[in-house]
């Protein structure tokens, strides 16, 4: 998947499944999507615009609770997703308190696009509402979430598949690469934008630094002719010229002077 989507991969396991420790259940499951994400955050620098959430079967559980508490995700993949725990079970029209996972109360909350992909057979119009392949999610499950999505993504409904083998199918992996590239076309394309705003501004105030600066340093003063500012010179050279000059010491007297008060041997 790596090679597809030219993305990296951080994958764990939740507790109590894989090489996990500790004990399945629901909040051990929010607080080991939580603690992914922190790590992510705090020891890689990942920021939230450049994250896809993954979530399959009861995996998308933890992912739409994380989904739906932080905004500014780059998006989210539903694979196989259930619309409670409950709800895999019985067909049950309300949610009760007793249930888990209540994606179908939270999927409303998530703001990035989502993509779901699950299965069905189309051999008759009853098999699409009565049964599905996938022997474990009923496809309705799929259908009501993305219904509910805010950002709705082109969803992939794979006909013929299973419950744990959908990413085999060659569908699967060129739809998923063409919602990675799409994410990252609208996110050059929001980039864009913003810098572009910006830059506006920055020339708008710019042009208003401009006419305020020019305003200051162009005063509009009287312009002077030069003959008046020669005939002012002309009269203050005439005025020094008529002034008597002040008598000055002869040396002689300076001689004496000096010898009187000790300044000259």
Not at 140 to 157: A, D, N, R, T, V
Request: net charge positive; aromatic share 10%.
């Amino acid at each position: 998947m790596y090679l597809v989507t030219l993305s990296n991969l951080p994958m764990y396991d939740y507790s109590g499944y894989g090489q996990s420790t500790g004990k399945p259940t629901e909040c051990n499951t929010y607080a080991d999507i939580d603690a992914a994400y922190k790590c992510l955050k705090e020891k890689y620098g990942v920021k939230d615009e450049q994250l896809i959430l993954y979530g399959q079967s009861v995996g998308s559980g933890p992912t739409i609770d994380l989904a739906s508490r932080v905004p500014n995700l780059r998006g989210v993949v539903l694979h196989s997703p259930i619309l409670s725990g409950l709800r895999v079970l019985y067909p049950v029209k309300r949610t009760y308190w007793f249930d888990i996972y209540k994606n179908i109360d939270k999927i409303g909350m998530v703001n990035c696009p989502v993509l779901v992909i699950h299965n069905f057979s189309a051999q008759s119009c009853s098999d699409m509402q009565h049964g599905t392949a996938d022997e474990v999610v009923h496809y309705s499950h799929g259908k009501q979430l993305w219904e509910l999505c805010k950002e709705k993504y082109e969803p992939l409904w794979l006909s013929g598949g299973g419950h744990c083998n959908l990413e085999l199918y060659p569908e699967f992996i060129k739809h998923l690469k063409k919602f990675v590239l799409a994410l990252g076309k609208s996110k050059s394309a929001s980039t864009g934008s913003k810098q572009a705003t910006k830059d506006s501004v920055n020339q708008s105030k710019q042009s208003e630094n401009g006419k305020s600066e020019a305003f200051e340093l162009r005063p509009e003063l009287p312009e002077v002719s030069r003959n008046s500012l020669d005939s002012r010179l002309d009269k203050s050279k005439k005025t020094e010229k008529n002034k008597p000059e002040k008598s000055r010491m002869s040396t002689d007297r300076v001689d004496w002077f000096r010898r009187r008060k000790g300044l000259v041997w």
